[in-house]
């Protein structure tokens, strides 16, 4: 069995149009979580369903720790800023079944 090395910092958009910012090292199993069961963060469970929009990956934990918190400190303008720079490079690359 070979080891997971990347972990993902990612955004999502709840239905109430705030947004959560999170680190796993499963980004698809993630987001299942956050929208079909418990193991969702309390934040998102009530603010369903959620919807990627951001996400990066990091080589480590560690990294990806300090990439969320860097993150949750920026405003919400900044992170929409942060979200839009996302789409437009994800655009010029190809499709992605992460990102919806």
């Known amino acids: 069995m070979v080891a997971n090395l990347n972990y993902f910092v990612y ?8 947004l959560y910012t999170g680190y796993t090292s499963n ?3 993630r987001l ?4 079909s069961n ?5 934040y998102t469970r009530m603010r369903r369903p ?3 929009v951001f996400y990066e990956i990091c080589s480590s ?5 300090k990439h969320e918190k860097d993150i949750k400190k920026l405003s919400r303008v900044e992170k929409l800023n ?3 720079m996302f789409k437009m490079n994800f655009a010029k690359t190809e499709d992605n079944n992460y990102f919806q």
């Open 50 to 52: 959620v919807k990627l």
């Open 82 to 84: 942060l979200v839009k």
């Open 61 to 65: 934990r560690n990294k990806a720790m």
């Open 32 to 35: 299942e979580q956050h929208n």
């Open 38 to 42: 418990k193991q969702g963060a309390r």
């Open 27 to 29: 980004l698809t199993q």
């Open 11 to 18: 955004i999502v958009e709840c239905s109430d149009k705030t």
